[in-house]
């Protein structure tokens, strides 16, 4: 019954900045781990970041420095903070919450970064 909305793609171009949010609607537990995935065309889908319900974090080599994941529990929303953005960085992007019993995606968010 869990459902993730998610919103904040677009055009940039590189340097340029997104934050991209998702929102999570129906019954969560506590315990979680939400993270962003991406996935461009003929490329499988690779984790981004994660954030676990107690706020450790963890990031992809290819964005560290450049990315910031936070949540905010009262809103069950995730975010992420994408700064210097790279053409490398377009993809879909998908969110993703992980429970003992749950593991839901989001409809995915597109991002393109031009040169």
Request: overall charge positive; glycine content about 10%; aromatic content about 8%.
């Given at each position: 019954?869990?459902?993730?909305?998610?919103?904040?793609?677009?055009?940039?171009?590189?340097?340029?900045?997104?934050?991209?949010?998702?929102?999570a609607s129906g019954i969560i537990f506590?315990?979680?781990?939400?993270?962003?995935?991406?996935?461009a065309p003929g490329k499988q889908r690779?984790?981004?970041?994660?954030?676990?319900?107690?706020?450790?974090t963890n990031y992809a080599d290819s964005?560290?420095?450049?990315?910031?994941?936070?949540?905010?529990?009262?809103?069950?929303?995730?975010?992420?903070?994408?700064?210097?953005?790279?053409?490398?960085?377009?993809?879909?992007?998908?969110?993703?919450?992980?429970?003992?019993?749950?593991?839901?995606?989001?409809?995915?968010?597109?991002?393109?970064?031009?040169?």
């Amino acid at each position: 019954q869990v459902q993730l909305v998610e919103s904040g793609g677009g055009l940039v171009q590189t340097g340029g900045s997104l934050r991209l949010s998702c929102a999570a609607s129906g019954i969560i537990f506590s315990l979680d781990v939400m993270g962003w995935y991406r996935q461009a065309p003929g490329k499988q889908r690779e984790l981004v970041a994660s954030i676990t319900n107690i706020g450790s974090t963890n990031y992809a080599d290819s964005v560290k420095g450049r990315f910031t994941i936070s949540r905010d529990n009262d809103k069950n929303t995730v975010y992420l903070q994408m700064n210097s953005l790279k053409p490398e960085d377009t993809a879909v992007y998908y969110c993703n919450l992980r429970t003992i019993s749950q593991n839901m995606w989001g409809q995915g968010t597109q991002v393109t970064v031009s040169p």
